[in-house]
């Protein structure tokens, strides 16, 4: 509750019943009327339709239409009955933005793609598109239809080199609202042009927005598809643009989009030699506990576990030593802890010098961390292959204490 009222009946007076909410009984702070008339906060109805339930809470009468109507009447009374009794500690509830309106994004799509129109409007168009997108998840679910997407990728593509600001624009708000698998296919992965468009973007674009907002794209369309997946693998200058997005320095936004970018590409097994011959596992292992550690070990992990992945994998980090202590630093960030147990099987599988190495690094402690803690029967079956592996290291290393046989006998 937006005010500092506990309890809600104070002793000197009572929170008048018709500004509570019949569902959690508290002062409402954006009251929103139902078909039914009776009101309800926002947020308690919302709750209460996406449980399922179908009926007005107080009429118990159907819900033949589940608009939601602002009560602006009951929110100015709330708000000056909050000012007049701010002696006892209540403050006053904010004015709630309220959603975007469909209509509202269908005029401002139509302004930004009026063919002819004068440029800056057309920009201005997008960016209060892309504030909208920022402002809330419901504002970017009204924005997620296939109608709006795919007229924000004609915007983007279809009008090339008239206004390069319009462009990035409407790839950042793609960014925030996604793709679906409909769009990603047929108004990207089947059309030559603005693949190449994209590419170019990522490649030689002056503006590091700009290719954030196009690495962000990549990675909207190949989540969601195996086809726009290939298709963007297989563009020549995609996955390198992607590299050069993750060896920026001073700017983790620029890194993080090339790591994302990088690791739902190498989803498909052909884009992760491609990603390893364009210099991916050296970018991704350099910055691999900067940023998105957790996408970024698991890009290593997919990359090695093709040819030469390994191997660029420990050049790009300097040496095996290097390599492992970086995995073995990645396995306490959460679930990066799985995808750096898998890099780390294949990179000290067939070598007893990388395997002391990560007994030095603490690889013990991590893993049987991972067996005993609350992880993934996957993840604990790949702690439990490493264990197998480190067993014959374990003595090596001096700082290993006599209780620790006890837990190597036990998950070995």
Excluded at 90 to 107: G, M, S
Excluded at 125 to 140: G, I, Q, T
Excluded at 213 to 235: P, Q, Y
Excluded at 356 to 366: N, P, T
């Amino acid at each position: 509750m937006p005010g500092s009222i506990s309890p809600l009946d104070l002793s000197n007076f009572q929170i008048p019943w018709y500004f509570r909410c019949p569902i959690s009984l508290e002062l409402m702070s954006d009251p929103v009327t139902v078909c039914t008339g009776q009101t309800y906060d926002r947020s308690s109805i919302e709750s209460w339709v996406a449980t399922g339930n179908t009926t007005c809470p107080v009429t118990r009468a159907p819900l033949s239409d589940f608009t939601l109507i602002p009560n602006h009447t009951l929110r100015r009374l709330i708000q000056e009955w909050c000012v007049a009794n701010r002696s006892f500690g209540i403050e006053r509830i904010p004015t709630p933005k309220q959603p975007a309106e469909p209509d509202h994004v269908r005029i401002l799509l139509a302004q930004a793609g009026s063919a002819g129109g004068d440029l800056t409007a057309r920009a201005a168009a997008v960016r209060r598109m892309r504030v909208l997108a920022r402002e809330s998840e419901k504002n970017r679910a009204v924005m997620a239809t296939s109608e709006t997407r795919s007229a924000l990728l004609d915007i983007a593509f279809d009008e090339l080199g008239l206004d390069s600001d319009l462009e990035s624009e409407s790839m950042a708000v793609l960014a925030i609202v996604g793709l679906g698998e409909s769009e990603a296919e047929a108004d990207l992965a089947s059309q030559p042009c603005r693949l190449s468009r994209l590419s170019e973007i990522l490649t030689n674009s002056l503006s590091v927005d700009a290719r954030i907002n196009a690495a962000s794209i990549v990675e909207a369309s190949s989540v969601v598809s195996s086809t726009a997946r290939s298709a963007l693998g297989e563009t020549d200058g995609i996955i390198t643009g992607l590299v050069k997005l993750t060896e920026e320095k001073s700017n983790s936004r620029a890194v993080r989009a090339g790591i994302r970018g990088i690791f739902s590409l190498c989803l498909s097994k052909e884009n992760r030699v491609r990603a390893v011959e364009a210099g991916a596992a050296r970018a991704v292992i350099w910055k691999l506990n900067e940023v998105e550690t957790e996408r970024a070990s698991a890009a290593v992990e997919l990359m090695c576990r093709v040819d030469g992945g390994r191997d660029a994998v420990i050049t790009g980090a300097g040496g095996g030593a290097e390599a492992v202590a970086a995995l073995v630093k990645a396995m306490a960030v959460g679930r990066a802890a799985e995808h750096a147990a898998g890099a780390l099987i294949s990179i000290v599988g067939s070598s007893e010098d990388l395997q002391i190495e990560a007994v030095r690094a603490g690889a013990m402690g991590q893993l049987l961390l991972m067996v005993q803690g609350g992880f993934s029967d996957r993840a604990k079956r790949k702690a439990q292959i490493l264990l197998k592996l480190l067993r014959s290291a374990w003595p090596s290393h001096a700082a290993v204490s006599d209780s620790g046989g006890f837990f190597m006998q036990t998950y070995c």
